[in-house]
């Protein structure tokens, strides 16, 4: 399976762009790239997700790099309610069940969004 | 579209007691559904999930049980907590080739 590798933190001011790293330098060809955040006291919620190409939507960019063995995440105008831990997750392929997705969740990284 | 509820939000329980949570999905049809359950301080640990009626699949041996009555319901449960059993305990849903999707959770206090 699989593993990313995530700092364990990051700060970022407000109003500027916090970028989020992710390596997971061992990731198979039909495994896709999830991020989710999770704030404090709330269930995770997905942001965004990829293959191979970069890809973008109204959270969100995602950017993969060419080899596809790490990414980043980018919330282009943070805010202090983007404050929370981001989970970077390659989706376990071969465990994949008539659907179900067995997500493995590492430790994250607790972003701060500094005023 | 498509919303999830889990029940209770706080939960507290002495040891030896029985449990039961619940989770509802509305607004689509025959999802998988998920079991989580996160230690303090810990990352999130799938428990059991299931891809239909009454089909469970337990990730890791514990003290608990799932079991799916209906296709929109998913159940936790214990014939007795132990306090390794606290956490913050989390179901999610999903439909093939979509992201997961997670409730607020309850947190399990076991006295």
């Known amino acids: 399976d699989a593993k990313t590798t995530q700092p364990t933190s990051m700060d970022c001011a407000e109003g500027r762009a916090a970028n989020l790293p992710c390596n997971h330098s061992?990731?198979?060809?039909?495994?896709?790239v999830y991020w989710y955040r999770q704030i404090h006291s709330q269930g995770p919620q997905y942001i965004i997700h990829g293959l191979k190409n970069n890809e973008t939507n109204e959270m969100a960019s995602l950017i993969i790099t060419e080899d596809r063995k790490s990414s980043t995440l980018i919330l282009p105008h943070a805010t202090l309610r983007d404050t929370a831990v981001y989970y970077c997750?390659?989706?376990?392929?071969?465990?994949?069940?008539?659907?179900?997705?067995?997500?493995?969740f590492g430790q994250g990284t607790r972003l701060t969004i500094n005023p | 579209s498509q919303t999830i509820h889990q029940w209770p939000a706080t939960l507290v329980q002495p040891v030896g007691s029985p449990l039961s949570l619940e989770c509802t999905v509305e607004g689509t049809s025959n999802p998988n559904l998920y079991w989580y359950r996160q230690a303090a301080g810990r990352g999130l640990q799938l428990l059991f999930y299931?891809?239909?009626?009454?089909?469970i699949s337990s990730e890791v041996p514990q003290n608990l049980s799932a079991s799916r009555p209906q296709d929109r319901q998913f159940i936790l449960s214990s014939k007795k907590l132990l306090l390794s059993d606290s956490g913050f305990y989390l179901c999610?849903?999903?439909?093939?080739?979509?992201?997961?999707?997670f409730g607020d959770g309850t947190r399990l206090s076991i006295l």
């Open positions: 999610a849903w999903s439909v093939l080739g979509q992201p997961q999707h």
């Open positions: 299931s891809v239909g009626i009454g089909q």
């Open positions: 997750i390659v989706r376990v392929g071969g465990l994949i069940i008539q659907g179900a997705q067995k997500l493995v």
């Open positions: 061992t990731i198979s060809g039909n495994e896709y």
